[in-house]
């Protein structure tokens, strides 16, 4: 099963090519999954994809993060997305749902390991800015988020 067959009770939003579903820097408070069309994703204005899986999320990085959108995402066709309004709650009432997310996740993560041992392969032997992108590259791929502590404004040490 694919993340899209767990949202067809979510709304369907239609969208014209050439609109933009997430701006780069706004707040994103839903997910989108993709049912039909093609959008290319853009980060500091360069394109670095364009999806047309149906089934493909958008937006989980900014609700999983709580970031505000790291992308732009706009239509290249005219284009179709189910929409989960309030993405934590839709992933916790379909734990199904959310292991699709975590799954499609993993797989993006694995993909960038197999890229970071093939660069790494590549420029270990050479000195300067490129001999260091092993540590560099090393350094952000395994790098972690700070834990949450529990805790309030008025009593930070619980």
């Given at each position: 099963?694919?993340?899209?067959?767990?949202?067809t009770q979510l709304p369907l939003?239609?969208?014209?090519?050439?609109?933009?579903?997430?701006?780069?820097?706004?707040?994103?408070?839903?997910?989108?999954?993709?049912?039909?069309?093609?959008?290319?994703?853009?980060?500091?204005?360069?394109?670095?994809?364009?999806?047309?899986t149906p089934g493909a999320m958008?937006?989980?990085?900014?609700?999983?993060?709580?970031?505000?959108?790291?992308?732009?995402?706009?239509?290249?066709?005219?284009?179709?997305?189910?929409?989960?309004?309030?993405?934590?709650?839709?992933?916790?009432?379909?734990?199904?749902?959310?292991?699709?997310?975590?799954?499609?996740?993993?797989?993006?993560?694995?993909?960038?390991?197999?890229?970071?041992?093939?660069?790494?392969?590549?420029?270990?032997?050479?000195?300067?800015?490129?001999?260091?992108?092993?540590?560099?590259?090393?350094?952000?791929?395994?790098?972690?988020?700070?834990?949450?502590?529990?805790?309030?404004?008025?009593?930070?040490?619980?």
């Amino acid at each position: 099963m694919s993340l899209l067959d767990h949202c067809t009770q979510l709304p369907l939003r239609t969208l014209a090519a050439g609109e933009t579903l997430i701006e780069e820097g706004d707040g994103v408070s839903s997910l989108y999954v993709l049912v039909q069309g093609t959008v290319v994703v853009e980060r500091d204005a360069v394109a670095v994809a364009r999806i047309d899986t149906p089934g493909a999320m958008f937006g989980e990085m900014s609700m999983l993060l709580d970031v505000p959108a790291t992308a732009t995402v706009r239509c290249e066709t005219d284009t179709h997305v189910r929409v989960a309004d309030d993405p934590q709650t839709f992933l916790t009432r379909e734990p199904a749902a959310a292991l699709e997310v975590a799954r499609v996740l993993a797989g993006r993560v694995d993909g960038l390991t197999q890229y970071l041992v093939d660069v790494k392969q590549q420029y270990s032997d050479l000195d300067g800015h490129l001999g260091m992108l092993d540590t560099v590259l090393g350094a952000l791929a395994f790098q972690q988020r700070p834990r949450s502590r529990p805790g309030s404004v008025r009593d930070p040490g619980v």
